[in-house]
Nanobody
Framework: VQLQASGGGLVQTGGSLRLSCAASGRTFSSYFMGWFRQAPGKEREFVAA????????FYADSVKGRFTISRDNAKNTVYLQMSSLKPEDTAVYYC??????????????WGQGTQVTVSS
């Protein structure tokens, strides 16, 4: 599975951005698609995930109610709609895919990161 993330940028506090992650390769075998982020000096953390087949979604508490993960099966693309952005959302965002197991850890494939910067 190859993953290509895009859509990052600079936005003011309270603004919105939509990240995209286009998947190619053995996408039929992907089980979960997820988004993670890593802020400077911090560990990478789970943001959201979606079950590729059922559409069930999972979120970190810090983004619940503000971020929405969705998928377009026909385009093999996963989206992360981010609203009400805060400066603490500033990070490099990564998309990832996994073949088995739960939604929050143990991802097998990673895309390149896309920078999201929220100015105060």
């Amino acid at each position: 599975v190859q993953l290509q993330a895009s859509g990052g940028g600079l936005v003011q506090t309270g603004g919105s951005l939509r990240l995209s992650c286009a998947a190619s390769g053995r996408t039929f075998s992907s089980y979960f698609m997820g988004w993670f982020r890593q802020a400077p000096g911090k560990e990478r953390e789970f943001v959201a995930a979606i079950n590729w087949r059922s559409g069930s979604t999972f979120y970190a508490d810090s983004v619940k109610g503000r971020f929405t993960i969705s998928r377009d099966n026909a385009k093999n693309t996963v989206y992360l709609q981010m609203s009400s952005l805060k400066p603490e959302d500033t990070a490099v965002y990564y998309c990832a895919a996994k073949l088995t197991g739960g939604p929050r850890t143990g991802y097998d494939y990673w895309g390149q990161g896309t920078q999201v910067t929220v100015s105060s």
